[in-house]
Nanobody
Framework: QVQLVESGGGLVEAGGSLRLSCVASDTFSLYYMAWFRQAPGKDREFVGAMRWSLGITSYRDSVKGRFTIVKDTETIMYLEMNTLKPDDTAVYYC??????????????????WGQGTQVTVSS
């Protein structure tokens, strides 16, 4: 069992920046680590992911060029968010999977989840 702990959420004005952190208890078995978000009344959606051992990333279109996933150490992942918009307001979740060959944006393919951290962007 892998434990994930997120931190770094908060309130920021539109156009501002935040950095979220995700600390994993162990990444030896993991193929992907990812970020998802869920806004009130909406489904959980894919934000971005990293093929952990290779450092290859992918993002949803609406955050490309603004958000960056960074691998700091073998057990720490960041989500650097710039030029934030009110539509980015959501609870952000770190997720991970040991499964190869998944559909990366599909939340159901990730068995490990953090507790979430709230990001609020004011207009």
């Amino acid at each position: 069992q892998v434990q994930l702990v997120e931190s770094g959420g908060g309130l920021v004005e539109a156009g501002g920046s935040l950095r979220l952190s995700c600390v994993a208890s162990d990444t030896f078995s993991l193929y992907y680590m990812a970020w998802f978000r869920q806004a009130p009344g909406k489904d959980r959606e894919f934000v971005g992911a990293m093929r952990w051992s290779l450092g290859i990333t992918s993002y949803r279109d609406s955050v490309k060029g603004r958000f960056t996933i960074v691998k700091d150490t073998e057990t720490i992942m960041y989500l650097e968010m710039n030029t934030l918009k009110p539509d980015d307001t959501a609870v952000y979740y770190c997720a991970a999977t040991p499964i190869w060959g998944i559909s990366v944006p599909n939340s159901r393919d990730y068995p490990y989840w953090g507790q979430g951290t709230q990001v609020t962007v004011s207009s």
